[in-house]
């Protein structure tokens, strides 16, 4: 069974490699190819690892199935919306999901304080985005606020689960928040041709460091 981990690790990787450097080149359609099998190899690699059907689990899972449907989405002019739906719902399984993990004093173990650069960044990336996105601002605003939502609630969890854990969650989360950032700005505010390279290294990373953490969590409950 490691050995099969092991092989959709490095699969995972290989595929990951290869749509940022298709990302950066004039051959994109083969990203036609690799990036719908992202999310699949991830999916495999959790049921593999965990075999577990808890809630937990399942709310992970969902994530990242919502994940996948977003990747399609966006592969298709026209689909945007679409994509922004999936990654949403991601996000609030993604979040749902660490609120499960309630720690020794409950669910409102929270530092508020450590929040509030997320805050700050928050308002300042609306504010970056608002004059640019017409009939899209209330959806992206919504979207903003729960993957940052998200981003907090991972900072949460080094007061209630271990610091591996946390640790994978919350990097997890930066770097999906730094991902989607780079995503909106390229496409509302200045199209740059290292961008998109840029969102789906990050993407890439974001989501294993969030399957490996929900790994590392369930090995403990």
């Keep these: ?127 970056l985005l608002s004059g640019f996105l017409d009939k899209l601002k209330i959806p992206v605003f919504v979207y903003g606020i729960v993957i940052c939502s998200f981003w907090a609630a991972a900072m949460n969890l080094f007061w209630k689960t271990d610091r591996h854990t946390a640790s994978l969650f919350f990097f997890g989360s930066l770097q999906f928040v730094l991902s989607d950032s780079l995503l909106a700005v390229n496409r509302f505010v200045y199209p740059y041709y290292l961008l998109p390279g840029l969102v789906m290294a990050t993407y890439c990373s974001a989501q294993f460091l969030l399957t490996r953490a929900a790994i590392s969590y369930n090995k403990k409950i």
């Design 1 to 127: 069974m490691k050995r099969i981990s092991f092989l959709l690790s490095c699969t995972y990787a290989l595929l990951s490699l290869a749509d940022v450097f298709f990302s950066f080149t004039d051959i994109s359609s083969w990203r036609y190819i690799t990036k719908p099998l992202l999310m699949p190899a991830l999916m495999l690699l959790l049921w593999l690892e965990t075999g577990r059907s808890n809630v937990f689990t399942k709310l992970v899972f969902l994530a990242l199935a919502c994940s996948w449907a977003g990747d399609i989405s966006l592969m298709f002019t026209g689909y945007f919306i679409y994509g922004l739906f999936f990654f949403l719902a991601a996000h609030i399984f993604y979040l749902v999901s660490i609120l499960q993990i309630k720690g020794q004093k409950g669910i409102l173990q929270f530092q508020p304080l450590f929040a509030l650069p997320i805050l700050v960044y928050l308002v300042l990336l609306l504010s």
